[in-house]
């Protein structure tokens, strides 16, 4: 059974860093289209970046040039690193991986409908 956990979850306050860290089980992270969500309270789970089984990354563009996501393939984990936060960056973080053989897309990030394993989730919250 896929398993997806996150962690690095925090407060911080605008400006800061953090990075989160996503380890998977009964999924290689090297094979597959994987991904990182955002879900602040009263809005909608959108994709914020995601990374294909070749290395290729895709960003939403409110984090484009302050985000960046990577794999691990040694200890088999997915992160993102987030630089120059900001408040409207605050919301519950999810890890998310499609099956195998499904595309990972080179201009936008997921969405919701297309991942198929998640996380529980991280929050992150970032002061002004």
């Known amino acids: 059974q896929v398993q997806l956990v996150e962690s690095g979850g925090g407060s911080v306050q605008a400006g800061g860093s953090l990075r989160l860290s996503c380890a998977a089980s009964a999924y290689t992270v090297s094979n597959g289209c994987m991904g990182w969500f955002r879900q602040a309270p009263g809005k909608e789970r959108e994709g914020v970046a995601a990374?294909?089984?070749?290395?290729?990354?895709s960003y939403t563009d409110s984090v484009k040039g302050r985000f960046t996501i990577s794999r691990d393939n040694a200890k088999n984990t997915l992160s993102l690193q987030m630089d120059s936060l900001k408040p409207e960056d605050s919301a519950m973080y999810y890890c998310?991986?499609?099956?195998?053989?499904?595309?990972?897309?080179?201009?936008?990030?997921?969405?919701?409908?297309?991942?198929?394993?998640w996380g529980q989730g991280t929050q992150v919250t970032v002061s002004s």
């Open positions: 998310a991986a499609r099956w195998y053989g499904s595309p990972c897309y080179r201009r936008r990030p997921l969405s919701r409908n297309e991942a198929n394993y």
């Open positions: 990374i294909d089984s070749t290395g290729s990354t």
